[in-house]
């Protein structure tokens, strides 16, 4: 099983970002797959879900009318589109595959908003 993060870059503030999310070695259609940050000193904030079909997502408040998560289950991708990016976004950004008997977490993508 193996998550690898990217897309993750140094932007400015009110830029836009996308990351990626390849899933690999499992049955990605049959996991709910989300997306989290950690900014240095602070706690892991859970970003946003999205369910095994595609279907439905959730945000957090903080990114809710900015960022937008996806997949492709034919490709075994999963995606968050950024966009109004601000400093408070600074952060590495994990991507995690989960179902009832697995829980699969990628090592994260470096995002940094500054001028």
């Known amino acids: 099983v193996q998550l690898v993060e990217s897309g993750g870059d140094l932007v400015q503030p009110g830029g836009s970002l996308r990351l990626s999310c390849d899933c690999r070695?499992?049955?990605?259609?049959?996991?709910?797959v989300s997306w989290y940050r950690q900014a240095p000193g602070k706690e892991r904030e859970l970003v946003a879900i999205?369910?095994?079909?595609?279907?439905?997502?959730t945000y957090a408040d903080s990114v809710k009318g900015r960022f937008t998560i996806s997949r492709d289950n034919a490709k075994n991708m999963a995606y968050l589109q950024m966009n109004s990016l601000g400093p408070e976004d600074t952060a590495v950004y994990l991507c995690?595959?989960?179902?009832?008997?697995?829980?699969?977490w990628g090592r994260g993508t470096q995002v940094t908003v500054s001028s």
């Open positions: 995690n595959a989960r179902n009832s008997l697995y829980d699969c």
């Open positions: 999205i369910i095994s079909s595609g279907s439905r997502s």
């Open positions: 070695g499992f049955t990605f259609s049959r996991f709910g």
